[in-house]
């Protein structure tokens, strides 16, 4: 049984292995083509602004229907067509960056030392003072115990779990959100709890995904966040989970292994 | 001076040419797409036996090439007295440091980072075109 266990654990780890390498091929080799498109794209901006500046002294040698045809080409075809190349560009560009960044991390040494846990989600709440202040939220936090586990990784989740929790209160309602932590025999656990607008049950499972958001998409973000918590998690030898209820709240509970064995993984 | 341009993405050679020429810069430019070329062609053998491009030549490679990758061409352009003293500018995509070690380590001239965004890209090679246009080269190197 251990054996098999075992042998099942190296698999998998392959596995990871190998899709980690090839999100970062993808995200590698897909990006050279895009350089050239958003390239090419500037190029034609070029070229038509090289048209348009000679345009005044064309249009009066042709005929009435031809320069209705050009200078519509030249003042609205062309410039919305590269409008909407570049604006697609863009978001390409975005969307491999966010996986060349959650392979990354699921690849990046880990430095693991002792944090205390308490003075590093101060120094989170500090960094979202502002946020806090104004949608007046009450911030409780521990007391937390230390824990063996990477800075700035920990920084990573407790700062995106709590941006989260104050980005999703409901408008109006006093927030509160509450910081928790306990060492048990072979985690420790922490849990962040809101009393914000709550998740869907449905939607649950994918709030963890690379880039999907879910209900009303009326916070900004680039539905990454998660899934890059959720990786730094495992390679904490931890899990993530979510309960919540619509209207009432959401707890984001972690844990953190206390030994870890620190291999690369792939989400 | 002929400007000899290691790159196997012909839509990525054309737009470091076009802000070339942006920089004013007239020498003649040859893009190659494979390490092996640059290598013949440095040394006029095989497809380029018996040519009679101009001399001197000023390398700028890419590392990443089908067959032959930059590493070697770099490594064999280096290693041989006859074409040790070729200028070679690596044009590289990634700020990896150990890249760039490797590459000063193995005797590139000059190592530069491609920015990804265009207009940096453009405005770094235009750059790039101006430096090489007071560059002094040997003769008949």
Not at chain 1, 48 to 65: K, T
Not at chain 1, 167 to 184: N, Q
Not at chain 1, 206 to 212: D, S
Not at chain 2, 47 to 56: I, K, M, S
Request: charge should be negative; hydrophobic fraction near 40%.
């Amino acid at each position: 049984m251990e054996g098999r266990v075992k042998e099942r654990t190296v698999e998998l780890e392959e596995a990871n292995e190998e899709v980690r390498r090839f999100a970062y091929i993808v995200s590698h080799d897909l990006r050279a083509p895009l350089v050239n498109l958003q390239g090419f794209a500037s190029e034609l901006r070029i070229a038509s602004d090289v048209l348009q500046a000679a345009l005044p002294a064309v249009l009066p040698h042709l005929e009435p229907s031809q320069r209705t045809d050009v200078s519509h080409v030249l003042d609205q075809d062309i410039p919305e067509v590269l409008g909407f190349i570049e604006t697609s560009v863009t978001r390409m560009d975005h969307l491999i960056g966010a996986i060349l960044h959650l392979s990354r991390l699921g690849h990046r040494d880990l430095h693991l030392e002792s944090l205390d846990m308490q003075a590093l989600v101060h120094g989170t709440v500090q960094t979202l003072a502002h946020q806090i202040a104004a949608c007046q939220a009450q911030v409780t936090v521990g007391p937390l115990p230390t824990v063996t586990a990477d800075r700035t990784a920990m920084e990573q989740i407790m700062g995106n779990l709590m941006a989260n929790a104050v980005a999703y209160l409901v408008p109006g309602r006093p927030g509160e959100i509450v910081v928790t932590g306990e060492r048990h025999a072979d985690v420790t656990v922490f849990a962040v709890r809101d009393n914000g607008r709550g998740i869907a049950t449905d939607d649950i499972p994918k709030v963890f995904e690379p880039f999907r958001r879910v209900g009303s998409q009326d916070v900004p973000g680039e539905g990454m966040g998660l899934a890059y918590v959720r990786i730094l998690v495992q390679r904490h030898g931890g899990e993530i989970w979510c309960h919540s209820t619509w209207g009432v709240g959401t707890t984001f509970t972690v844990t953190i292994a206390h030994q870890i064995a620190g291999g690369p993984r792939a989400f | 001076m002929t400007i000899v341009l290691v790159e196997d993405d012909p839509g990525q050679a054309r737009l470091i040419e076009r802000n070339l020429r942006r920089a004013y810069c007239t020498n003649d430019i040859v893009t190659l797409s494979a390490g092996q070329q640059a290598v013949d062609y440095r040394l006029k053998e095989c497809t380029y036996a018996g040519a009679t491009h101009a001399l001197p030549l000023l390398l700028l490679l890419d590392l990443n090439l089908p067959g032959l990758d930059g590493y070697q061409v770099l490594t064999c352009l280096k290693a041989d007295a006859p074409t040790r003293h070729i200028p070679l500018i690596i044009l590289s995509t990634t700020e990896e440091p150990s890249e760039t070690e490797r590459c000063y380590a193995l005797g590139c001239n000059i190592y530069l980072t491609k920015p990804v965004e265009y207009e940096q890209f453009a405005a770094a090679i235009r750059q790039l075109g101006l430096f090489l246009s007071i560059v002094k080269l040997p003769l008949g190197v």
